[in-house]
């Protein structure tokens, strides 16, 4: 029995620190840089705030984050947000990301310890971080059709202000383009 908790313990350990850091490869307030103009272009000047999505297994570099996606928030040519989202609701997988803990597993040993009382798979709730200017929030909430919306959000006071101001602007043109 012993030997049965130490390799359960040691897998759940290797599992943790196996993605124990994402590689974002650009931080909150980088202007657009050259590696996502080559691969998605030039951010238009007309859109002041642009969202790129890409497959979070190649910025997390492990098999383990295949069922989520990093999306990334650029507002006036800046970085204001990092998004990891678990995409719950794809194909036949419902749930399976979340199911699995993976998203919550990396939050805890990244950002910090938070309780998820006795049974983690249950924890329908969020919890917010404040660390080097930045906000941290992790929110697992059950939505609708019973599918998990699970995501990990970084962002800052100054980007969140800028994000209402875009979005009070793209409204604004769509009601005169209409």
Do not use: H
Not at 24 to 41: C, I, R, S, T
Not at 46 to 66: D, H, P, Q, W
Not at 114 to 140: A, C, E, M, Q
């Amino acid at each position: 029995m012993k030997k049965i908790l130490i390799i359960i313990f040691v897998s759940n350990l290797i599992t943790i620190t196996s993605f124990a850091q994402c590689n974002f490869g650009v931080n909150l307030g980088d202007k657009y840089p050259k590696a996502f103009e080559k691969k998605y272009g030039k951010i238009s000047l007309l859109e002041s705030m642009v969202v790129y999505r890409e497959k979070a297994n190649t910025i997390c570099g492990s098999k383990i984050f295949e069922d989520f996606q990093v999306e990334y928030t650029f507002v006036s040519g800046e970085l204001g947000s990092i998004k990891i989202v678990a995409l719950n609701d794809l194909n036949d997988k419902k749930n399976v990301p979340s199911d699995k803990l993976i998203l919550m597993n990396y939050v805890k040993s990244t950002y910090g310890d938070f309780d998820t009382g006795t049974n983690p798979k249950g924890y329908n709730n969020y919890n917010i971080w404040k660390k080097n200017n930045s906000v941290i929030l992790y929110k697992r909430l059950l939505g609708a059709r019973n599918i998990w919306e699970e995501s990990l959000y970084i962002s800052n006071k100054k980007y969140r202000k800028l994000f209402i101001g875009a979005r009070a602007f793209k409204e604004n043109m769509n009601s005169i383009v209409k």
